[in-house]
């Protein structure tokens, strides 16, 4: 079976985990636990007649002391960039990340709105999401809390993964 590396990343606490564990055991927790290093899940999909297996890439959030590692990112076909629609600073460290990966890979990468459960508390109009979707190969609005669009999502990344 054909393997693809998917690679989730962005600021700590923007949901990375949740999104994986409500992706692969459609479950949630409120509980926080950071990732420490890097954690890898797998998962078969199903893409018209093809079957490809997933192996999602939890990464952890950029640290003020190492930095964003692009080494993950090593035999990797797509990325996720993923934010916090909450909190602001979430997008600038998602930007700033995705500007390190940009160094070293071309992979297609995907913008990923999350915890759209919750009320909005900072002004990211919609101005601001269409100029920076531009740069991604596609944008979604997700919640790992009730499942909205995580299906979609992770599809959408394992689409783009077929065309590398
Ligand atoms: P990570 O550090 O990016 O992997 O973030 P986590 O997945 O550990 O999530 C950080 C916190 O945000 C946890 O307390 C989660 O329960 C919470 N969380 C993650 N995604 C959502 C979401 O879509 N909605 C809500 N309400 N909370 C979320």
Redesign the pocket.
């Known amino acids: 079976m054909i393997q693809k590396k998917i690679c989730l990343l962005?600021?700590?606490?923007?949901?990375?985990?949740?999104?994986i564990k409500q992706y692969i055991e459609g479950v949630?927790?409120?509980?926080?636990?950071?990732?420490l290093g890097v954690k890898v899940d797998k998962k078969q999909v199903q893409l018209g007649p093809r079957e490809i297996q997933l192996m999602v890439w939890?990464i952890e959030?950029i640290d003020r002391y190492c930095g964003f590692q692009p080494k993950y990112l090593r035999g990797a076909s797509a990325f996720i960039i993923?934010v916090d629609h909450t909190r602001s600073q979430s997008l600038q460290e998602g930007m700033e990340i995705f500007q390190l990966a940009q160094e070293t890979t071309n992979i297609p990468a995907v913008l990923v709105i999350?915890?759209?459960?919750?009320p909005e508390q900072w002004h990211w109009t919609e101005h601001e999401v269409e100029t920076r979707s531009h740069m991604f190969a596609d944008c979604f609005r997700?919640?790992?809390?009730t499942g909205e669009q995580v299906d979609a999502m992770f599809q959408a990344v394992a689409r783009l993964c077929m065309a590398d």
């Open positions: 962005g600021a700590s606490a923007v949901g990375k985990t949740s999104l949630f927790s409120d509980k926080y636990l950071t990732t939890d959030g993923v999350n915890k759209t459960d919750l997700t919640s790992a809390k």
